[in-house]
């Protein structure tokens, strides 16, 4: 689902925020908040845990957090190839938090990334996404088949010296062909963007030790069990 507010237009203004998130059943608090409670868990590891920690912790707690908030209005845990998302009442929209590079979240003139590739499960979701086609995003066209959702990234970035966070609602784009995709990719490419506002973290309880997570943090990756 695109919202009418986005129609014409690859990314919102702050005044078509508010209504593009509300067409979808959404609000900037639900995924501010998300991303909050991952940024609190992820400010409490310390230098004896793995250094996998902190960008698991973000991310695991920012996953568990969405799918709590939304699941009370009746949105649904999916876990397709051990990928975890919430799926919309009516099944056309899935959200899956991902973390993204330091232009997450600051200006529609400025296209981010997802911070590391995306394994097989991320890349055949966003492939459905084009196989699905615009036609079934408009409000005006009925509910898209619940076995196809259309899945957008909840993209965040934040690090432990920085007095914020930063996070866009967006839909991805495959670069090339289905058949030349390799089974990793670094998503850079964007058919829709829905800034959030930036929370300020410095009134979060957490220590804010200054760590370099680019050179720390480990990708991780989600398999499938057969």
């Known amino acids: 689902m695109i919202p009418e507010q986005l129609a014409d237009a690859r990314c919102t203004t702050d005044r078509q925020t508010v209504a593009a998130l509300e067409a979808m059943g959404l609000t900037a608090e639900d995924l501010t908040s998300a991303v909050a409670a991952g940024v609190r868990a992820a400010g409490r590891i310390t230098a004896d845990h793995p250094v996998t920690a902190p960008g698991f912790t973000l991310w695991s707690e920012t996953v568990a957090h969405l799918r709590h908030t939304l699941g009370e209005r009746g949105w649904k845990r999916v876990n397709p190839g051990n990928s975890p998302q919430v799926v919309s009442p009516d099944g056309r929209i899935a959200l899956m938090p991902v973390r993204g590079n330091h232009a997450t979240g600051v200006s529609p003139d400025v296209e981010p990334s997802t911070f590391h590739h995306r394994g ?28 196809t959702p259309h899945t957008w990234f909840l993209l965040y970035h934040w690090f ?36 959030l506002p930036p929370v300020n973290t410095s009134d979060f309880e957490v220590p804010m030790n200054p760590r370099r997570h680019d050179e720390d943090d480990v990708a991780f990756d989600i398999d499938e069990i057969a």
Do not use: K, Y
Request: no cysteine; glycine share 4%; hydrophobic share 40%.
């Open 120 to 147: 097989p499960a991320t890349v055949d979701a966003v492939r459905r996404n084009a196989q699905t086609g615009l036609s079934l995003l408009t409000p005006e066209t009925g509910p898209a088949d619940a076995a």
């Open 160 to 195: 432990e010296d920085s007095p914020e966070f930063r996070a866009e609602l967006s839909l991805p784009l495959l670069s090339g062909s289905s058949d030349d995709e390799p089974e990793a990719v670094v998503f850079s490419r964007w058919r829709r963007r829905i800034l």
